[in-house]
């Protein structure tokens, strides 16, 4: 089975632009997350979606967005795009959204590089 | 954002020994999740744990729910040079958030 696919792989944007990311997850995984990894750092919790409805949301901006399609992939989307929006921008799916046992597996990422 | 305190930041060993590393947190969690990330690419899963005090093993890989909830430990035993890499603990207590560790990177000296 295919694991997390997160397209595009590499992107580059100036500054004031712009940026959709797409995630696909695991076949029957319901529950989609977004991160923002900085270099030398751990993942950042961005949003979390289930059922096409957000279920969390991290300590980012309003120009960050989202949603959750009846397939279950997912977009990301900035807008006013900053230098420090440079990063690499994760996906993770998991089977359950809540409860003792949800387990989330990470997609290869999208590195987004603003100048 | 808040993360999780993690420890050590690297480690430089030899080939064939055995590697520790442990995170700490201030609240309680449901789960302990552990990942490896190599260069470019997404956290890999290695070992989940969901009740405390539960001991886990992966292959050489072990980890352990601590008993308090606040704290997980993973050991490498006879390292190899695949297991180069960054190490990251992720916890979530219940119906929120997973929250990541600050990461140990694992150097392997021939």
């Known amino acids: 089975d295919a694991g997390v696919t997160q397209s595009p792989t590499h992107l580059i944007k100036t500054r004031g632009q712009h940026v959709t990311l797409r995630c696909s997850p695991i076949?029957?995984?319901?529950?989609v997350s977004w991160y923002q990894q900085v270099l030398g750092q751990g993942p950042q919790f961005i949003f979390q979606?289930?059922?096409?409805?957000?279920?969390g949301r991290g300590n980012f901006p309003d120009r960050f967005s989202a949603r959750q399609f009846p397939n279950y992939s997912s977009e990301l989307n900035v807008n006013a795009l900053l230098l420090g929006d440079s990063a690499l921008y994760l996906c993770?799916?998991?089977?359950?959204?809540?409860?003792?046992?949800?387990?989330?597996?990470f997609g290869p990422g999208t590195r987004l590089l603003v100048l | 954002g808040q993360q999780l305190n993690q420890s050590p930041q690297s480690m430089f060993i030899q080939e064939g020994e055995d590697v520790s590393m442990n995170c700490t947190s201030s609240?309680?969690?449901?789960?302990w999740l552990w990942y490896k990330q190599d260069p470019g690419e997404g956290p890999v899963l290695l070992i989940a744990l969901y009740k405390a005090g539960e001991l886990t093993s992966n292959g050489r890989l072990t980890a352990q729910f601590g008993i308090t909830r606040k704290d997980s430990f993973l050991n490498i035993s006879a390292s190899i040079p695949s297991d180069v890499g960054i190490y990251f603990c992720?916890?979530?207590?219940?119906?929120?958030?997973?929250?990541f560790g600050t990461g140990t990177r694992l150097t392997i000296i021939p």
């Open positions: 993770a799916s998991s089977l359950v959204t809540s409860g003792s046992r949800e387990t989330q597996y």
């Open positions: 609240s309680i969690f449901n789960t």
């Open positions: 992720a916890g979530q207590p219940l119906n929120e958030k997973l929250t």
């Open positions: 076949s029957g995984h319901k529950s």
């Open positions: 979606y289930y059922e096409k409805e957000e279920r």
